[in-house]
């Protein structure tokens, strides 16, 4: 199988996401995400796969465990919101 071609950004979120797996399961891991993302990539006839293909293949790829890191991944400022302002702002706290 060859490796699915991935964007600058794409790279950077599949580098990050595999920064977080122990390194006994790194290359496992690794090829079930590139397997997922080539079928992906094939179904919608795209040839190189960016922030969004890549996030639904993690999704895909990863147990529920990792959701809150793909959360973080998807929109930064709503996950911020979510994580922490709860934290500091009253009005944030009654609508989490």
Request: contains cysteine; charged residues 30%; negative net charge.
């Amino acid at each position: 199988m060859t490796e699915p071609v991935l964007s600058k950004e794409g790279q950077e979120i599949l580098g990050s996401v595999l920064n977080m797996t122990p390194p006994i399961l790194k290359e496992a891991r690794k090829k079930k995400i590139l397997r997922i993302l080539s079928l992906l990539m094939c179904e919608q006839g795209v040839k190189e796969a960016g922030r969004e293909l890549l996030i639904e293949a993690l999704r895909m790829a990863l147990s529920e465990l990792h959701s809150p890191i793909l959360d973080g991944l998807e929109d930064p400022a709503k996950f911020k919101r979510l994580a922490s302002d709860w934290k500091y702002d009253l009005e944030t706290y009654y609508s989490v």
